[in-house]
C-alpha cells in the first residue's frame, strides 16, 4: 500500500485545511487508516482513524470539534479537515494504513499501523 498525502501549507491561525490521504496499492487489505501528527521536539501522536468498512471513527478528545476525518472509498482516499487553526496544531501530518488482521476496528497505536506516507507540513502562525 502506497499513501501520498497532501493539502499541507502556511496558514494563519483561525484558517483551515484540509489534507487528503491517496491509498494505492494493495488497498483492499487495508482495514483502517488514521492520521497522526509530529510537532518539532516531540513525539508523534495520533490525530483520528477512520475504517474503511462502515466509518466508524476514533478521534483524540482534545481536538475533537475541529479536527474532522472522513473518506471516500471510490477513491481510496481520507481526508482531514482541520477548523480554527491554533499555532500548537504546527506538525508535520501523517496519514498510516491498518492492514486487516484480528482488530480492524480504528485503532490509536501507531505501532498498529503497517504504512505510512511521507507527510506533509502544516504550519501555523498567530
Known amino acids: 500500500v502506497q499513501l501520498v498525502e497532501s493539502g499541507g501549507g502556511s496558514v494563519q491561525a483561525g484558517g483551515s485545511l484540509r489534507l487528503s490521504c491517496a491509498a494505492s496499492?494493495?488497498?483492499?487489505?487495508?482495514?483502517?487508516m488514521g492520521w497522526f501528527r509530529q510537532a518539532p521536539g516531540k513525539e508523534r501522536e495520533f490525530v483520528a482513524a477512520?475504517?474503511?468498512?462502515?466509518?466508524?471513527?476514533l478521534s483524540r478528545d482534545s481536538l475533537k470539534g475541529r479536527f474532522t476525518i472522513s473518506r471516500d472509498n471510490a477513491k481510496n482516499t481520507v481526508y482531514l479537515q482541520i477548523d480554527s487553526l491554533e499555532p500548537e496544531d504546527t506538525a508535520v501530518y501523517y496519514c498510516?494504513?491498518?492492514?486487516?488482521?484480528?482488530?480492524?476496528?480504528?485503532?490509536?497505536?501507531?505501532?498498529?499501523?503497517?504504512?505510512w506516507g511521507q507527510g506533509t507540513q502544516v504550519t501555523v502562525s498567530s
Open positions: 498510516a494504513a491498518k492492514s486487516l488482521g484480528p482488530r480492524n476496528g480504528p485503532i490509536r497505536d501507531p505501532g498498529e499501523y503497517d504504512y
Open positions: 496499492g494493495r488497498t483492499f487489505s487495508s482495514a483502517a
Open positions: 477512520i475504517r474503511w468498512i462502515g466509518g466508524s471513527i
